[in-house]
């Protein structure tokens, strides 16, 4: 059957659309359907347009407005700064001998980018494991410097074997820690003059706030002691490089380097050997020695119980360490630079005023008593009896409250102040160590403006005795008994050994050639034959001495001082017991004896 084709004219075709006939599915474009196909394609082009405009006005701020603050932030992620501390100097004895060095030792840091990273929590927590720190006080650490600081934090020092080997054995946990070998402060000798040398840790924020001309974070200063006095010399100065690192934080390139500057080691005037035996001397007795050549004013032994062991700062101080220490009477006071009430040792002050004021002149006998009374009050004999007849050599030598009570009375208060303060008391002596007490010597302004008092004579004789308000440092009653070992000048202790001497060593007080020699027989009749017996050994020089028995609040206070070799003296040693409850005769003596054994031996 012949199959006749349609034509290809639309009009053949009919679906029902009014304006024309089309196949199904086309659409005739008329005026209405004009462009709408071109429509999606306009928007993206102005979506476009909007987006590249945006992001290059974007653009346009960060590298114009802020373009400075983004290239050091980029800076700082890709360059970085090890910090190099320099070793700190030396503290040596006068012989070359090592009383503080430095060690090398692990320490631990943290680049502060670490804490913006997600994995710092469990960085935290790994740490303060190992480290046995608060999980705060390392956070506490890390947040004293911004994000972007191109430095190391440091968080501790001197690691054990143990710690080193468990952060490397956790590393993939300690996203931005450092292990760095640096040099830690050691005292070979443990809490040997740990006073005298004091200790080093590392400088608080508000130090640093205090002093950031001059220090950086992570510096380690001196504190106490000579550590502290001699700080500027001791310290050096920083070194480090600057380094470019990749993303993985590995160095790439040394982009520069400053090499530290080690601190300048210093000699000190003491002598490690006597300081040891000055050591032993004290034992277990809350206290303080002496000893200085009373030639020069070289302090050669400082002694102060109880103590502690200055290495122990030089790592984190742990919880039950510092419990330890707080058990102790004030481990941390130096004892031979605080005041107390130095007894009947003043009494070559009171012998000097008295001599030297012409009233009581070297030839004065004074008949002694059961007691003085003044205005009412009862001042005692030490023996509740009296000595009888006495001169000023054998008022020394047996120590009579009831002579020199007499000399302070008769002279009067302001003569007796006056030789006080001439011998050094009541200000601070030369020494370098920082904290170092006045002392005291009361006057009457002092009473006026503490108690609303006027100064009495009972005062007069409390003070001629070493009693009353007077305080004094066993420092500076060394001070004192250095005057007659060196024929009457007052010395300037110090504690750095120089090459061309001290300068200022000693001022002379202008005492008249009878004063010295009635203080020195005085001194000398009291180890001969009065309460200071106990200094005496076999093979020792002959020495010249004084005891003291200050009372106090509880146990008394034992006292004694000595110089030797009696005709040519090269050594004073002064001992002080606190609370001991004995006399100085038969508690402080015996110390001061060892001392000058170990020092004459």
């Known amino acids: 059957m012949a199959i006749t084709l349609p034509s290809q004219d639309k009009t053949h075709y009919k679906n029902g659309n009014s304006e024309g006939d089309f196949p199904t599915g086309y659409r005739k474009r008329t005026s209405r359907t004009v462009g709408r196909q071109l429509r999606p394609a306009v928007l993206l082009l102005v979506v476009t347009a909007l987006l590249l405009g945006g992001m290059g006005v974007r653009l346009g701020y960060l590298q114009l407005v802020q373009g400075e603050r983004n290239r050091a932030l980029a800076e700082n992620n890709r360059v970085r700064i090890l910090p190099k501390p320099p070793v700190r100097g030396n503290i040596l004895d006068r012989n070359g001998k090592i009383l503080a060095d430095s060690r090398l030792s692990y320490s631990v840091f943290i680049w502060p980018l670490a804490k913006t990273k997600p994995t710092w929590g469990t960085t935290l927590s790994r740490l303060s494991e190992i480290l046995e720190l608060p999980v705060s006080e390392i956070n506490e650490q890390v947040e004293e410097v911004p994000v972007n600081s191109p430095s190391l934090v440091r968080i501790a020092r001197g690691l054990t074997p143990e710690q080193v080997t468990a952060i490397e054995e956790y590393n993939y946990e300690l996203t931005g820690v450092e292990l760095e070998i640096e040099p830690v402060r050691d005292y070979p000798n443990g809490s040997v003059a740990a006073h005298l040398l004091g200790y080093t840790r590392e400088i608080t924020g508000e130090e640093l706030a205090e002093q950031k001309d001059e220090y950086r974070l992570g510096d380690i200063i001196g504190r106490m002691g000579a550590e502290a006095a001699f700080e500027k010399q001791l310290r050096g100065e920083w070194g480090g490089q600057q380094v470019e690192v990749n993303a993985s934080g590995q160095i790439v390139e040394i982009l520069g380097e400053k090499t530290a500057k080690s601190g300048d080691n210093i000699r000190l005037t003491i002598d490690l050997d006597l300081q040891k035996a000055a050591e032993v001397a004290l034992g277990d007795r809350i206290g303080a020695i002496v000893?200085?050549?009373?030639?020069?004013?070289?302090?050669?032994?400082?002694?102060?119980?109880?103590?502690?062991?200055?290495?122990?700062?030089?790592?984190?101080?742990?919880?039950?360490?510092?419990?330890?220490?707080?058990?102790?009477?004030?481990?941390?006071?130096?004892?031979?630079i605080q005041g107390f009430p130095p007894a009947s040792t003043f009494k070559l002050v009171t012998a000097t005023a008295g001599m030297e004021s012409g009233k009581y002149p070297p030839n004065t006998v004074l008949n002694t008593y059961a007691y003085l009374n003044v205005s009412g009050v009862r001042f005692g004999e030490w023996n509740r009896a009296g000595f009888g007849l006495m001169g000023y050599v054998q008022a020394l030598a047996w120590s009579s409250n009831t002579f020199f009570g007499q000399i302070g009375r008769g002279v009067g208060g302001e003569v007796l102040i006056d030789w006080s303060r001439r011998y050094g008391f009541g200000k601070e002596t030369t020494l370098e160590l920082p904290a170092e007490s006045s002392g005291l010597i009361a006057d009457e302004a002092w009473k006026q403006e503490r108690f609303n008092w006027s100064w009495s004579a009972g005062d007069t004789v409390n003070m001629s005795i070493g009693q009353g308000f007077t305080q004094a440092t066993p420092l500076q009653v060394a001070v004192m008994f250095a005057v007659p070992a060196n024929g009457g000048y007052r010395v300037n202790p110090h504690l750095l050994k120089t090459e061309g001497g001290y300068p200022n060593e000693k001022v002379s007080l202008n005492l008249k050639p009878s004063t010295v020699r009635i203080l020195r027989e005085g001194n000398r009749q009291t180890v001969i034959s009065g309460t200071g017996g106990a200094v005496n050994a076999p093979g020792l020089p002959p020495i010249a001495g004084k005891s003291g028995t200050a009372e106090a609040i509880g146990k008394a206070h034992a006292w004694f001082g000595a110089f030797a070799p009696y005709e040519n003296p090269e050594i004073v040693v002064v001992a002080f017991a606190e609370h001991s409850g004995g006399g100085g005769g038969s508690v402080a003596a015996p110390m001061v004896r060892e001392v000058l054994k170990a020092y004459f031996e």
């Not at 030089?314 to 009477?329: A, H």
């Open 291 to 336: 000893a200085l050549d009373p030639n020069n004013g070289e302090v050669l032994a400082l002694v102060s119980r109880p103590t502690f062991d200055p290495n122990i700062f030089s790592t984190r101080i742990t919880p039950k360490i510092w419990q330890e220490l707080q058990t102790k009477d004030n481990p941390f006071v130096n004892r031979a």
